[in-house]
Structure formats: C-alpha cells, structure tokens
C-alpha cells in the first residue's frame, strides 16, 4: 500500500492539498485532532499523543508535515516521528516550514536541517500565508473587528504567499515519489511580490470598503495582542519580535519556486483578495 499522509490535513494548506493530491488520483490519508466521520480516509492523529503517530504512517510512502502549530521548539515531537518514518522506508517527507525563523528556536532549523539531510525528503520554506488577513488569524481577527491592522514592521515588507500555492508547490514534489527532486532539498515559497502591511490594507480596502487603518505599534505590544488572542505566551513574544525582522528587510523576497514546481506563477495578493472579498465585508461594524 502507498499514499500520502498528510497531517494538518484539515487546516488551509492541508485540506486544499488533499484536494489535489485526490484529483490526480493519489490515495490519501487526511490526518488531524478531529477526524472527520464522513471521510474513510481520514485519521486521529494527535503530535501530543505518540501512540497515534505510527498508525498515521503505516502503508504511507509519503508524507506532508505540519510540525506542531504554536510550538517554539517542534523536535521533542517531530524528532521521534520522523525516526518511525525512516523505520518505515518512507520515501519522502515534504516539510511546511518557514521562511521567517524565530528568534531563539533552534528547533525549527534542526528539523529543517533533519528533513533535508535525508535523500529525497524536501523543506518548503513559506513566507507569511495572505490567509493570516482572514479569520481566525489574530491579524484578520483585528481587520474583521476592529478595521485596523497594528504592526511593528513599519514599512518592511514580506512576499506574502496564498496557502493554495503553498499545496499546488508540496503537491508537484508528493504526486510522484519519484519525481526528481534533485539536489534540491529546500524551496523558499513566496508570492509574486513583497508587500508591506499598508500595502495590503490598500488592496484589501479598494476592493471592500471602509479603509482598513494601519497602527505602528512596537514589538511588546504586539506581543500583547498576540497573547490576549490565546497564543502560548513564548511563541506571541518570538512572533511578534520577527516584525523588527520585517522592518529592517530581512524579508524582503520573492523566489520564483512556485512557478517551477508547478508551471503556474502564484497568486498575486489582489487575486486572494478577490477571492474572499466577502470576508472582509463590513470590516470594523458590529456583527448581527
Ligand atoms: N501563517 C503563516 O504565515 C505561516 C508561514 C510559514 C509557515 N507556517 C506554518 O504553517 C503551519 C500551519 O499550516 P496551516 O495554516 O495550513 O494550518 P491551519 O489552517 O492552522 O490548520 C492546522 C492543522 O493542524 C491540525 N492540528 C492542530 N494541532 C494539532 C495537533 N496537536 N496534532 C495534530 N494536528 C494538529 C489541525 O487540525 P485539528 O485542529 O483537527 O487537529 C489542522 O488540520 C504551521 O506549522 C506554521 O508554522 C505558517
């Protein structure tokens, strides 16, 4: 038995993966907390509860990796199922990792570093999701209730990327486990161009009303905002302190990844907005 097991398998790049992993005909196994009841191929599977890690993997040849959401060092978790991984001959392990690291997380590089040291398994390096503008992202949250977006990135910008393209590029390497991934073990995945938070809020405005205001704030506060939302308190402070990143250009970049993994250029961010225009619909009004 093949397939690809693709955990986080419900969430926004998951979910639109397995759709194109099903389209071109490849089994799937749809792995989540939650599995839902009316699909036989999905599984429970828990990164905080190892007994459910092998049962994932079992008669899979492939495998999308969602690390654990939220969690500053991933490897306590990660690390011991990507060793039942290689027990079980798994042949390639596609990585959703990012392109911004974490101050003070080692942990996500070493298990970058662990995925790409393996012949045939691949890192995905993605830049901020255009989905963070939406529910139930905290940012998208502020837009959606309050018609602000506060930052501490002032005008640096970030080559903002459409989850969907983040799937259409893990897809290309997952389809064929034996597609030749070459020498190259690590794609960084952007969108067209790089933005700054006032230009989205412009686009996300000329396209759905009421001008979203863009608050500079420094990296403390935001910290603050990310915590009351619910994030665990370690990871809102790295997150928030990646915008000082952010500001002074680090992230500044577009690659051209998606356009050769998948032959489609991605989505530019107008498009995604477009796309979910009613979304945003009365942004800052009371909800009925
Ligand atoms: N947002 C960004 O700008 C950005 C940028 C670069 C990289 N990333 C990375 O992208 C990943 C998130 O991808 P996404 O936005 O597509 O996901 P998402 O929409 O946030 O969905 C999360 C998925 O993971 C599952 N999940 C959550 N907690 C779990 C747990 N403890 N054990 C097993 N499964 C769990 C969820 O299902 P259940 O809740 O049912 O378990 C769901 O399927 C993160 O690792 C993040 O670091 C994000």
């Not at 639109?16 to 191929?41: F, I, K, M, T």
């Not at 290309?172 to 938070?197: C, E, F």
Request: net charge negative; hydrophobic share 45%; aromatic share 6%.
């Amino acid at each position: 038995m093949t397939g690809v097991l693709v955990t986080g398998g419900t969430g926004k790049t998951g979910s639109a993966l397995v759709d194109l992993l099903r389209g071109n005909g490849v089994r799937v196994r749809v792995a989540s907390r939650n599995p839902s009841a009316d699909d036989p191929d999905a599984v429970r599977f828990d990164w905080d509860d190892p007994a459910t890690h092998p049962a994932a993997l079992r008669g899979m040849d492939r495998v999308f990796l969602v690390p654990p959401i939220n969690a500053v060092d991933p490897m306590p978790l990660v690390g011991p199922f990507l060793a039942e991984a290689q027990r079980l001959g798994v042949r390639r392990v596609v990585l959703l990792g990012s392109a911004i690291v974490l101050p003070n997380a080692p942990g996500a590089l070493e298990l970058a570093e662990r995925v790409r040291a393996r012949p045939g398994w691949v890192v995905l390096r993605a830049s901020g999701f255009m989905q963070n503008f939406l529910r139930p992202h905290p940012l998208g949250e502020r837009i959606r209730r309050h018609g602000e977006i506060r930052t501490a990135a002032g005008a640096g910008r970030l080559g903002w990327i459409d989850a969907r393209d983040i799937a259409a590029a893990a897809s290309a390497l997952l389809i064929d486990p034996d597609v030749d991934a070459g020498d190259q073990r690590d794609y960084l995945l952007t969108g067209p161009k790089a933005l700054g938070y006032g230009d989205a809020a412009a686009i996300i405005t000329a396209r759905t009303g009421p001008p979203i205001r863009v608050l500079h704030i420094g990296a403390d506060e935001l910290a603050g905002t990310y915590r009351a939302a619910g994030m665990p308190g370690e990871f809102a402070d790295a997150l928030a302190a990646v915008e000082d990143g952010i500001k002074a250009g680090r992230e500044d970049l577009v690659s051209t990844a998606v356009l050769d993994l998948t032959g489609r250029p991605p989505r530019p961010f107008a498009e995604f907005v477009q796309d979910h225009a009613t979304e945003w619909a009365n942004h800052g009004l009371p909800e009925c």
